[in-house]
């Protein structure tokens, strides 16, 4: 049976371009009612124009789809609240909310202002938490909700020149996995993408080769199957680019165990780095602590 989300309520957030435009249409093409958000602007975030949201409303009226634009920044708590207060009053339910709004402002640390560190952490992490926050109370009285947040290769691997957006694409990673659990009896799914694609905030980064290939509307069918209802995937980064698709997921090697009964020496952890950082041994990370109970256990200090 093909996926859809008749009776659904969606909001994309950075809709009006790029990645969030495709997410938009392909939403809305499955029967979702979309709140098309995007204030306009540039890629550093100055300036706005109402046309950007209003032309991806247009695009998806004219295919026979449902939309609403809305021109509010995500990165003011007050501002994000109008968004979700979009969907609310237009169709009086939200069940999906894609949080992709972004901006670059690249510059090497030693020479990064901190009002640009703050300013990109304001759009990428706290405008995701400021239009969580608004739709949680919802999601949780209906029981219902699909969230998708916006990482980035350049928080999980890093990259020149990228502290304030590597920095703030973490941190949403690090929001999704604890509310995973605080939303998982209210049946609400919170998961990241981690794309690549050619967009206007990635033209000049691409190889030419490769960038052609790299289509955003690539993307996006990943980012529709996290706001399925048949997705019972939580807290999960999923990754895509032209057009492969594969999960990223933290790993932690076999390390090395002392007894905790004992002191343990800078020496002791320098001479066994070799087993600590050893990569050829390692298993999924869902936290130290299994590993843990499982070696004290072998070594008697706990049954
Ligand atoms: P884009 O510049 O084409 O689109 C971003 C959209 O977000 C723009 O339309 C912009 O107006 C909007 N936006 C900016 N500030 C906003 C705000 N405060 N409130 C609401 N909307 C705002 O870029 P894109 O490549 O489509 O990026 C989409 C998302 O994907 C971003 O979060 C970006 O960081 C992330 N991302 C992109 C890539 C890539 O390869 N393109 C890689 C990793 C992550």
Redesign the pocket.
Known sequence: MDVRYDDRVAIV??A?????RCHALLLASRGAKVVV?????S?D?TGGANR?ADAVVAEIVAAGGQAVANY????DEASAQGIIDTAMNTWGRLDILVN????LRDKAFNNMSMADYEFVNQ??HF?TAYCIKAAWPIMRKQSYGRIVV?????GTVGNFGQAN?GAA?MAVNGLINVLRHEGAKYNIRLNAI????Y????ESLLPPDIAPW?K?ELVSPMVAWLCSEECDQNGEIMAATAGGYARVQYFVTEGAQFDPAEPVSIEMVRDSLGAIRDLSNVKPYFGMMGNVVEKLRDMGRIK
Not at 16 to 20: K, R
Not at 72 to 75: D, H, R, T, W
Not at 194 to 197: N, Y
């Open positions: 957030t950075g009006g371009a790029g990645l969030g958000n995007d204030p306009g602007g890629v975030g950007v509010n920044s995500v990165a992709n709004a972004g901006i759009v990428h405008g916006t990482t980035s290769g350049s957006y694409k981690s794309p690549s694609a967009t206007r905030m990635t790299m955003p």
